[in-house]
């Protein structure tokens, strides 16, 4: 099955900067689309950044200017730089993958902006 592994949340003073990394197993179909989302206490979980299969990205307004997600197709690791850091960016953040539907999760890292 594939299986994704997210890493380097950790705690940040506002203005500071992270950089999250998901390896990704088993991803062998091409057409994948990959992605970010995280999810503050009380709130429902919101996309972040994702980048399709043609390369196209895409940003959530709340992040744009600020964060930067590639990927490092033969290392199979996907990444979210994350500049200016805010308190409102504190949250759990998760990778994901799929096609049509987001059908694989990993199991989130947390990131906390004081």
């Known amino acids: 099955d594939v299986q994704l592994v997210e890493s380097g949340g950790g705690s940040v003073q506002a203005g500071g900067s992270l950089r999250l990394s998901c390896a990704t197993f088993?991803?062998?179909?091409?057409?994948?689309?990959v992605a970010w989302f995280r999810q503050a206490p009380g709130k429902e979980r919101e996309g972040v950044a994702r980048?399709?299969?043609?390369?196209?990205?895409w940003y959530a307004d709340s992040v744009k200017g600020r964060f930067t997600i590639s990927k490092d197709n033969a290392k199979n690791t996907l990444y979210l730089e994350m500049n200016s850091l805010k308190p409102e960016d504190t949250a759990m953040y998760y990778c994901?993958?799929?096609?049509?539907?987001?059908?694989?999760w990993g199991k989130g890292t947390q990131v906390t902006v004081s």
């Open positions: 088993r991803i062998t179909r091409s057409n994948y689309c």
């Open positions: 980048i399709y299969s043609d390369g196209r990205t």
């Open positions: 994901a993958a799929g096609t049509v539907v987001f059908t694989y």
